[in-house]
Structure formats: structure tokens, C-alpha cells
Nanobody
Framework: QVQLVESGGGLVQAGGSLRLSCAAS????????MGWFRQTPGKERELVAF????????TYAGSVKGRFTISRDNAKARVYLQMNSLKPEDTAVYYC?????????????????WGQGTQVTVSL
């Protein structure tokens, strides 16, 4: 029903910035909470941030708070993740996801639709 495609990943030096974009298509009513997750090989997929349906509220993992900003433009069916002051430990595949309910937003099981992921690599 909803397709999500991430873009904007790449290779950046520590201290640099990247902006990830998630394009939604299909049924995009704006009723979804949207989240960004990341995953490193051998580690569980972890929440980076999520944003409410209207974009008026946002929640961040402690590891990225103050450095990353999640935003959305419902008119354009886009969700963004601005990543500043990047660190090597931010290296991961980043996924956007859509949650149909207002529960379990901290874990992957709370999200129904997922993008394919985009690689972010931060070098020293």
C-alpha cells in the first residue's frame, strides 16, 4: 500500500553532514508516524528518530540527539533526516519506516512499511 525509497547516503568524513530523504508513494494519507532506523552488521536494528503525523513533534535516540534532525513534508510525501557532526559510530544502513499505530514506536515491530535502506559510511 505504501512504498518507501531512501536516498542521500554516501561516504563522509567525521564531522561532516549528510541529508537523507525518504520518498513515499502509494497510499500516503499522512496518518503515519514516520521513523528512521539504522542497522550495523551483527547488531539489532535501532531507532534513530520518529516524527508525528503533522511534524509537530519528534523523538530522538540519545546517541543522536542534538546532532540529527527529522522532518517531514506531507505535501511532497517526503521525510528527511539531517545528520550533522557525524561520527564513525553512525556508520550503518539507514531505513525509513511508517507506523500505522501510536504504539511501539521505539522498536521495528511497530512499523508496517519499510524502505530498502541507504548506506551511510563515516570515515576518520
Amino acid at each position: 500500500q505504501v512504498q518507501l525509497v531512501e536516498s542521500g547516503g554516501g561516504l563522509v568524513q567525521a564531522g561532516g553532514s549528510l541529508r537523507l530523504s525518504c520518498a513515499a508513494s502509494g497510499r500516503t494519507s499522512g496518518a503515519y508516524v514516520m521513523g528512521w532506523f539504522r542497522q550495523t552488521p551483527g547488531k539489532e536494528r535501532e531507532l534513530v528518530a520518529f516524527i508525528g503525523q503533522s511534524g509537530s513533534s519528534a523523538t530522538y535516540a540519545g546517541s543522536v540527539k542534538g546532532r540529527f534532525t527529522i522532518s517531514r513534508d506531507n505535501a511532497k510525501a517526503r521525510v528527511y533526516l539531517q545528520m550533522n557532526s557525524l561520527k564513525p559510530e553512525d556508520t550503518a544502513v539507514y531505513y525509513c519506516a511508517a507506523a500505522p499505530a501510536l504504539i511501539r514506536l521505539w522498536v521495528p515491530d511497530g512499523y508496517r512499511y519499510w524502505g530498502q535502506g541507504t548506506q551511510v559510511t563515516v570515515s576518520l
